[in-house]
């Protein structure tokens, strides 16, 4: 087989047409969503390795501060049933939230519960109630929230007081 011999005009052709055929592709229909499909399945792709759940940004505003966590988000009764239960470890970045839905009075527990926990009741203009601080592992003792619950949120026992986060701050996620 004889090697083909590229001449400055030849290699000019052939870069054409290359660049035609990657303007062609990046401007198809399959590609036109390519970005947008790949954002998608990141988001989808947000879920915790232990439990499968979403993950979704929780902030506390609390004064001029904004705490970021990342949160489970515990919709399903069964998710809210187990909620930390059995875990061994979670991030300070880290919680775990549980919608209302509809808003109820929430009492939770730490039945079969590892980690000490910080129970952050928050309130239906979403503010934070109370705070039942670091719930001792195991105890099956209820502890209420002070009035009708929009949602619960948990992070590791003695960060809310570390970080400042109190009754009165505002909770977005």
């Known amino acids: 087989m004889k090697p083909v011999t ?46 499968g759940l979403e993950i979704v940004p929780v902030t506390v505003l609390s004064g001029k501060i904004r705490h970021a966590f990342r949160a489970e988000v515990a919709r399903s009764p069964q998710a809210q049933a ?15 939230i549980f919608p209302r839905n509809p808003p109820d009075r929430a009492a939770f527990w730490m039945r079969n519960t590892v980690i000490p926990l910080d129970i952050i009741f928050i309130g239906l203009d979403g503010r934070i109630m109370n705070i039942a601080a ?40």
């Open 82 to 96: 187990r909620g930390l239960m059995f875990r061994t470890q979670m991030g300070d970045d880290e919680g775990m």
């Open 134 to 173: 670091n719930a001792v592992p195991y105890d099956e003792t209820p502890l209420p929230a002070a009035g009708p619950t929009l949602a619960v949120f948990e992070i590791n026992g003695g960060l809310a007081a570390r970080l400042g986060i109190k009754p009165g701050d505002k909770v977005e996620w």
């Open 6 to 51: 590229r001449t400055p005009a030849r290699r000019l052709a052939l870069n054409t047409a290359l660049a035609a055929l990657v303007l062609v592709t990046g401007c198809s229909p399959g590609a036109a969503g390519a970005g947008t499909k790949a954002a998608d399945a990141a988001r989808s792709a947000a879920v915790h390795p232990v439990s």
